[in-house]
């Protein structure tokens, strides 16, 4: 029964870090159309740090201590399928950083990347998104 409710936690803590890993992304496609310094630049900083501080982080841990969890103590670690969604897992992960690392440049009036850049980035959780789920539905390895 413990499982389930493991379980249950990681779909939730997956659920709400991907929100932020879809919207975070489309945030900055907004912010880069504005001026540094403006009321709007200025809001979205706001927008952006809360997002990731308050719920993608927060979510990403749990997300990871409840997956890891399950992956133990369901012997998960010795499946195919699970190899490439830990893969897909890592690479969100490293979205997350690079996110992360934007919402630095942003605060600090730096950013030196073109909407049409973040509109490409926005694509990357997304398919990995789908991956991942196929991955653990389908286990087709």
């Not at 929100?19 to 809001?43: D, I, M, N």
Request: aromatic share 12%; hydrophobic share 60%.
């Amino acid at each position: 029964m413990i499982d389930l409710w493991i379980k249950v936690v990681h779909i939730l803590a997956v659920i709400s870090w991907m929100a932020g890993l879809l919207y975070l992304p489309r945030l900055f496609v907004y912010h880069a159309a504005v001026a540094a310094g403006s009321e709007a630049s200025e809001t979205f900083k706001i927008m952006e740090r809360r997002l990731l501080k308050a719920i993608m982080t927060p979510a990403m841990i749990v997300a990871w201590i409840a997956g890891l969890t399950l992956a133990f103590r369901t012997a998960a670690f010795g499946e195919g399928w699970f190899h490439a969604k830990f893969l897909a897992v890592v690479l969100l992960s490293g979205s997350h950083g690079l996110m992360a690392r934007h919402v630095r440049q942003f605060a600090a009036d730096q950013n030196p990347k073109t909407s049409t850049y973040f509109r490409i980035l926005n694509e990357v959780p997304t398919l990995l998104m789908i991956a991942a789920v196929i991955l653990v539905v389908v286990k087709p390895f």
